[in-house]
């Protein structure tokens, strides 16, 4: 492997991904600001892209992205330049130099199953999120240079809804969950070690679509149980049942399967109270 790109180098996933590269080969960053010592490329204006960092060889995994569902609802155009037509045209560049694209998508691209499925499943894309990133796999699907990563709910001690349960469990209030709302959680160690793999070991790999989920279909009453048994022993909750706009841009439930990610890690992922263990038996990150 020559060397590694990361674009979004400083987000949630990205930053995992890149400061483990930077471990065992050349690796370089992006960012829409260009700060903590990465290039800067932002997707939102593909007329601007600097192709200097790019070589024959490099891969790029791409995990920039606007990606709340519902800022892609409520700001549609701005979200479609972004993820769609700058992140064609970076792609569309980046193979044209030679370079191999990861591409991070995701499991909405399915829409909702309440059966197991793996990545021979036909897509029916819920939500304009969703319908994004299929339109870019779609423009590239057949493309040798490139493969797609679709990514379940990604769970670290800093995912989103973790800290919203953190924060319930701190001031002793009573959290309010979703339900039903269920997805094959992933741990996101998992998804870095799965995707620099696939990086490293690409021709290893054939396959263009691979689903990165968890071993189990998880509720998100099951992710607090989970995680109170774990760590946050004094959290309390209450269930309760989303207004009809919150599943017009999210699938209720998506339970996605692969048998190509646990090849690809060497061993099963690990399952959320597995995950939810090396989390906090670590100091803060």
């Given at each position: 492997m020559k060397r590694i790109i990361v674009v979004g180098a400083t987000g949630y996933i990205g930053q995992y991904i890149f400061n483990k590269a930077k471990i065992y080969a050349l690796a370089i960053g992006t960012s829409t600001t260009g700060k903590n010592k990465t290039f800067q490329l932002d997707l939102g204006y593909s007329s601007s892209f600097d192709w200097s960092f790019v070589s024959p060889g490099d891969t790029i995994?791409?995990?920039?992205?606007?990606?709340?569902?519902?800022?892609?609802?409520?700001?549609?155009?701005?979200?479609?330049?972004?993820?769609?037509?700058?992140?064609?045209?970076?792609?569309?560049?980046?193979?044209?130099?030679?370079?191999?694209?990861?591409?991070?998508?995701?499991?909405?691209?399915?829409?909702?199953?309440?059966?197991?499925?793996?990545?021979?499943?036909?897509?029916?894309?819920?939500?304009?999120?969703a319908v994004m990133k299929h339109e870019v796999e779609q423009r590239f699907a057949g493309n040798t240079l490139f493969k797609a990563i679709r990514l379940s709910y990604v769970f670290s001690r800093e995912d989103k809804f973790t800290r919203y349960l953190a924060g319930c469990a701190q001031r002793n209030e009573q959290a309010d969950l979703f339900h039903p709302f269920s997805r094959a959680i992933v741990h996101r160690d998992d998804v870095v070690a799965g995707a620099l793999t696939l990086a490293e070991h690409w021709d290893d790999s054939p396959e263009q679509i691979i689903n990165f989920g968890g071993p189990q279909i998880l509720s998100r009453v099951d992710f607090a149980e989970c995680l109170r048994e774990i760590h946050f022993h004094d959290l309390r909750f209450k269930i309760i049942e989303p207004d009809a706009d919150f599943f017009k841009n999210r699938p209720r439930i998506i339970a996605m399967t692969s048998p190509i990610f646990a090849r690809l890690l060497g061993r099963p992922p690990h399952n959320l109270c597995e995950a939810a263990q090396l989390e906090f038996a670590l100091p803060s990150k």
């Open positions: 995994l791409l995990a920039a992205a606007i990606s709340a569902p519902d800022i892609c609802a409520s700001e549609y155009k701005r979200a479609w330049t972004v993820n769609v037509t700058g992140t064609s045209a970076f792609i569309s560049g980046a193979i044209d130099r030679g370079a191999r694209v990861i591409f991070f998508s995701s499991d909405a691209v399915y829409g909702e199953r309440e059966d197991e499925f793996d990545e021979r499943a036909a897509c029916n894309p819920v939500g304009e999120y």
